[in-house]
């Protein structure tokens, strides 16, 4: 009984501490610790650490525009062309909505049926006014409303390791497709 007393305490003692198993710690300077709620395509609502695990290509967008959004949009897709498939399910490559009010889940689902983009590594996420100007801070993406249909916005494409923790950036319309590839192939292959 006085072992198993003592036993007892030291459990205890350890679970005070406040450490936890280094592998589950979520980085400081990442994503995950973000605690808004999103909505994907399909109307499921979820945290941005429940997309911890995988590799993330993120670009933000807003599915009525008719400038530089195709453009990154048509990047998305070069970058994904060029995963390589064996790491393709340890990627996620999402397209962040800053128009929330526009872009519904059933808008964005639309907009991934008509782009092709319905693969399980494709995932279109929106979330509140609030929410998405704290995720574009954290990017360093600036937008702002400049009226009712139109938006005037960073072109920025980023990757962030299956931690969330950022290990690249793209910036512009002509964003260098095979450098982000090479950098989320790395990556993947690294965390594997």
């Not at 526009?102 to 092709?116: G, M, V, W």
Request: charged share 25%; net charge positive.
């Amino acid at each position: 009984m006085k072992y198993l007393s003592i036993l007892l305490s030291v459990v205890f003692l350890a679970s005070c501490t406040g450490k936890k198993n280094q592998s589950n710690d979520i980085p400081s300077d990442s994503i995950f610790n973000l605690n808004s709620v999103w909505q994907n395509q399909d109307g499921k609502s979820l945290y941005l650490k429940d997309l911890q695990g995988k590799t993330l290509v993120v670009v933000m967008i807003y599915t009525s525009c008719k400038a530089a959004c195709p453009i990154l949009v048509a990047k998305m897709k070069q970058i994904e062309k060029k995963i390589d498939r064996k790491y393709i399910d340890n990627v996620s490559l999402i397209l962040v909505s800053i128009d929330p009010e526009i872009d519904t889940p059933e808008r964005l689902k639309k907009f991934a049926k008509s782009n092709k983009m319905e693969d399980k590594q494709w995932i279109f996420l929106r979330s509140d006014e609030l929410a998405t100007q704290e995720f574009a801070n954290v990017l360093s993406m600036k937008y702002k409303k400049i009226d009712p249909v139109d938006f005037s916005h960073s072109n920025i494409i980023t990757v962030f390791n299956p931690n969330g923790k950022m290990v690249s950036q793209e910036q512009g319309t002509e964003i260098d497709v095979e450098s982000v590839a090479t950098k989320v192939n790395s990556t993947a292959q690294m965390f594997r």
